[in-house]
């Protein structure tokens, strides 16, 4: 195979240029809705011009993947080690402890080149939903991506090297075709690893690699021809720009336009330059190209980070950071990427492979040393700041007593909440997950106070319901088989005569792990327990928050902002709770009791407290502290005021007393 050199052609860096423009408008919402699609451009130009190299190195019997990586690495690695230095090193000083460890985390992912695996799979990964955790790297996975594809595809290459050029455009057409089906398939049903997963974006690359083998297989285009694809490809990545949005399933076939366009110009460019071949060669538009790496590399760093100290940022203000963004990416790459790309730096390959390790090494030290070391603290954190996850590290130690295993329950070994006088009477039984766990200090604190005998069965992760599995399936202290822990419970509050049982979960985790779970299975689970004789007490999930209320906390102090006033509206717990009030309140009778404790936390303009006289009401985003639990005491109180329930008969025979 032969093909024509590599000569520079500014319209690619007019390209860049404009794929990376349109990412930074979009990410600093400067009037491009689907400026997203900037990085499907990307992809184009990177398979085209890296295929192009290669194929070219291997006609001339040159190409070694040691020498291709070398240059990968000097294009790739310094700049984005200094940007990831910098994260760190802002994260040590402006990030809460929280924060601080998911950066660390993300660091980490560099060094294995997996941060679309990351992202993928960190909480709230849908790319388009409104961030709720500050993620500085996030815009790494589509490096990831890239650097995937060049780990197998030279080798690919090279090895079906002796393959006349149209057989490899064949092959290259079928790959792209299963990709892209794939993509399509997928942005439907599994849209999060669609999104940021390398089989469903490898077609995009490889819309670029067909370019680059194809060039030889078709004489040069008529001028006509070439300035009407041209003008088409343009048209086609501007409707992407403005014509998509967050709403809009992408990649799958939203992807064609962005990608096909971009191949159409380079296309009718390669041969004869067109009208938009010299637009996009436009002086200004090949200078921002040249910085466009750095410039993607700075633009989300510089607007997350501005974000967690100054959201809502107003549109001045995002154009100064735009601006900000282009200074650094300047910077960046006048003295770091051309030196270490000229060989200025790093002159030899066994230098630039040092540079390397050493890159990584740190990288992977720091960010496993930030993971795991619990007592690293930014050095910028109030004290303020940190009591709140110093409250939260304490009630979650509180709360782990309160795991009963089967073992435990098998053996009669309940909790304890109250004095611990296993002579008295048994009042209540509270069963259920964490949820019940975080109310289990104010219930153990009431029967200290009366003088009762509560106990409790709980674990996190598991439904009060009869034939319901738990969350972990996995977790050794429960059996394999739910049912068995269950039923030993009932046996217990059987032989007891436990005239009331509690039943506390987070019951929407249930029913999005089952949508039947709680419409069939929790009206089999009540009648057992009347079955036994047993009031039923069903607590209704208290509300609940998308903010992680420690982190929200902390930060706000760390940012000199008052806490005390804070309150927040549970937007999604509110959405959700008229179905909870239909499905809790057909079961409803002289023995069935709902506790609703909506009323004590938000107030009628549906604003939720979540700290009080300085103490956090929530350690997380659901579960709620001591001082959050006690806010419900007035609910809880009828627990402890009631006879025994109403029964036809019990099941040893005797008749139970009415209230």
Partial sequence: MTYPPMNYRPFIDGLRALAVLAVLFYHFDLGVPGGYVGVDVF????????????????????????????????????????????????????LVPEDFKRLGRSTLSQVYLGSNFYFMQAPAADYFAPAVDIKPLLHTWSLAVEEQFYLFFPLILWFVRRWPRPKLVQWLIGGSVLSLGLSIWGVYYYPTATFYMLPARAWELCVGALLAASVNTRPAPARWLAEGCSTLGLLAIVYALFGYTTATPFPGAAALAPCLGTGLIIWANEQRVTWVGKLLSWRGLVGIGLISYSLYLWHWPVLEFAKYWFDPLALPVRMVLATVSIGLAWVTWKY???????????????????????????MLTVGMVIHHVKTIVPWGMP????????????????????????????????????????TQPIQFLIWGDSHAHAVMPLLELMCHESGMRGV???YSGMAPVVGVSWLDRSAPDLGGDPRVYQMALLDFIRQHKVPNVLLVARWEMYDKMNPDTLAHDLPATIALLRQLGTRVWIMKMVPSYPQHIPRLLAKRALQGKTTESLSLVPTDYLAEKPYYDALFGQFVGPEVKILDPLAYFVDAENLGRVVLDGKMLYWDKNHVTLEGAKLIRPMLVPLFAVSPATSASRPDGSESARP
């Fill in 383 to 422: 004290t303020a700041a940190l009591q709140y996850y110093a409250q939260r590290d304490a009630a979650i130690l509180n709360v782990l007593k309160y795991h009963r295993k089967l073992a435990d329950i098998q053996s009669g070994q309940v909790y304890e909440l109250g004095t611990g006088d296993q």
């Fill in 336 to 362: 770091v990427e051309t030196p270490f790309r000229q060989r200025r730096v790093c002159a030899s390959r066994g230098q630039i492979l040092g540079f390397a390790g050493l890159a990584f090494a740190l």
């Fill in 43 to 94: 992809f184009v130009i990177s398979g085209y011009l890296i295929t192009s190299i290669i194929l070219k190195d291997l006609a001339q019997e040159r190409f070694h993947m040691v020498a291709f990586w070398e240059r990968r690495i000097r294009r790739i690695l310094p700049a984005l080690a200094v940007v990831v230095g910098a994260c760190l090193l802002l994260g040590w000083g402006f």
């Fill in 456 to 458: 409790g069965a709980t």
